[in-house]
């Protein structure tokens, strides 16, 4: 007993108590397009890129493909490229996932007072893991954790797609996960929404041009929100998920 207590003392206080006011030391988070002009025909930042997530002219760089892999950083000649450790990248349109000079910042989540009024005491997700790798699936079971206790705002992980509100789907979709996401979806009572988590659900990338991905059922069910991230800290879902439904911290 004493030793239990001992444990908890020098651990000290683990959840974080305002998500939207953390600061997560190390993370990589929001990239950042300095004002330095790129150097004359240069492309290492294209070339290094493993997701083809950088445009030039001018250059800007879309989230929804990005792996935060910061590879592109250590290549620029004119230090045009960098991150920062800010992890509120979470969007409701998947346009606003790009970042530039001209648009530095991802636009704020719009709160739906439709998904307010009716997910903003509860809101029960299922999630579904359509071809991952696991790190997003990891870092959705951390949300329940003591660090993170997305709980305390009504919201939980259900084991059952008809105690399910929503849809959390990790993974690119393989095609033989296609019949089972689909099967999920349609358990689930409505109202309901989905959820994009990571890269390659939001994009597919890197694997949008494989022959074992079949996205179609995103095509036909837009996400309410992107969580962009290889894979995305808890931080950013717990956050992207308090602004769609309004939910203060």
């Not at 000290?12 to 988070?29: H, L, M, N, W």
């Not at 979470?90 to 719009?110: M, Y």
């Amino acid at each position: 007993m004493l030793k239990s207590i001992a444990v908890r003392v020098s651990q000290g206080t683990q959840y974080i108590k305002d998500p939207r006011q953390a600061k997560p030391a190390g993370f990589r988070g929001k990239p950042v397009i300095g004002n330095a002009a790129c150097e004359s025909a240069c492309t290492a930042c294209l070339a290094a890129c493993p997701t083809a997530a950088i445009a030039l002219d001018p250059i800007r760089l879309d989230l929804g493909r990005c792996v935060l892999c910061g590879d592109c950083e250590p290549v620029c000649p004119s230090a045009k490229l960098s991150f920062n450790n800010d992890f509120r990248l979470a969007s409701t349109a998947r346009d606003a996932l790009w970042v530039g000079e001209s648009h530095p910042d991802i636009d704020p989540i719009k709160v739906s007072a439709a998904l307010h009024k009716r997910f903003g005491r509860s809101l029960k997700l299922r999630s579904v893991s359509a071809g991952g790798c696991n790190g997003c699936e990891l870092e959705v079971n951390a949300l329940s954790n003591v660090n993170f206790d997305i709980g305390r705002y009504g919201i939980d992980i259900v084991a059952s797609p008809r105690h399910a509100d929503g849809l959390v789907l990790t993974g690119p979709i393989t095609r033989n996960m296609t019949q089972a996401l689909q099967i999920c979806w349609d358990a689930m009572p409505e109202p309901k929404l989905v959820i994009a988590v990571g890269a390659c659900a939001i994009s597919g990338s890197p694997f949008e041009d494989c022959d074992g991905i079949d996205r179609s059922f995103l095509e036909r069910f837009k996400p309410a929100l992107y969580i962009p991230g290889c894979p995305p800290h808890p931080l950013t879902f717990v956050c992207g998920v308090l602004d769609l439904l309004g939910i203060p911290s």
